[in-house]
C-alpha cells in the first residue's frame, strides 16, 4: 500500500532517504482519507499499512540521520551544522504527533469498527503532524540532502547507504 525502496545498484543514499521521505508522504495522505473512510476492512488495511510506515519505519529513517549521516555531516559547513541541530529538535518535537497518529491507525487496524468514534481524534493529530512533517522534509531536502552529495565523499556516501539499507533489515 505504501511503496518501497527501488532497489539499483545506482540508487544512492540522497535517493534512499527521499524515498523515505515519499512513503512518509504517502503514509499521511492515507490517514487524512481514513478520516472519511467506511469502517471496513480496506479502511483496517490502510490504518496497519500507516502505524507501520510512521510508528516503524519513519522513526528508523530519523534514527539513521541523526546516528550515521549526521556525525558524518557535522563540521563540514556552520549552516549544515545548523540544519543538522534543526533536525534533530525537529525529530523530537514530531515524535508525539507520529506516535498519537500511530497509536490511532493501530486502534482503527486493531478494530475498524472504531473507525467513527476515532476519526476526529484522528483527523486532530493530522493537522498538528501533517504540516511539521512537511516543513521538516522541506528543510531536510533543501540543506540536508544537497550536502550529502557535495560534502561527503562517494565512499562515505556508500557506507552510509550501506548503514542504512543494513538498519532498515536488522529492524524489520
Known amino acids: 500500500m505504501v ?5 539499483t545498484g545506482s540508487f544512492d543514499v540522497v535517493e534512499a532517504l527521499q524515498a523515505a521521505h515519499r512513503r512518509a508522504h504517502t503514509a499521511v495522505s492515507l490517514a487524512q482519507s ?19 510506515v510512521l510508528g516503524e519505519d519513519l522513526p528508523r529513517h530519523m534514527a539513521h540521520e541523526e546516528e550515521v549521516l549526521a556525525p558524518r555531516l557535522a563540521g563540514r ?3 549544515v551544522d ?8 525537529e525529530h523530537f518535537q514530531l ?32 493537522q498538528t503532524l501533517a504540516p511539521r512533517l512537511e ?23 556508500t557506507l552510509v547507504r550501506r548503514e542504512y539499507r543494513l538498519r532498515r533489515r536488522l529492524d524489520a
Not at 511503496?3 to 532497489?7: D, F, R, T
Not at 540536508?144 to 556516501?157: K, T
Request: glycine share 2%; aromatic share 2%; with cysteine.
Open 3 to 7: 511503496g518501497g525502496e527501488v532497489s
Open 34 to 52: 481514513l478520516v472519511h473512510a467506511s469502517a471496513t476492512e480496506s479502511a483496517a488495511e490502510m490504518a496497519h499499512a500507516v502505524a507501520q
Open 77 to 79: 559547513h556552520p549552516v
Open 82 to 89: 545548523r540544519a543538522l541541530t534543526r533536525q534533530q529538535q
Open 95 to 126: 515524535s508525539a504527533a507520529l506516535s498519537q497518529v500511530t497509536m490511532l491507525c493501530e486502534r482503527i487496524a486493531r478494530d475498524v469498527t472504531r473507525l467513527p468514534a476515532l476519526r476526529f481524534p484522528l483527523e486532530a493529530a493530522l
Open 135 to 157: 516543513a521538516h522534509h522541506a528543510h531536510e531536502e533543501s540543506i540536508v540532502f544537497p550536502a550529502i552529495r557535495r560534502l561527503l565523499p562517494e565512499n562515505a556516501q
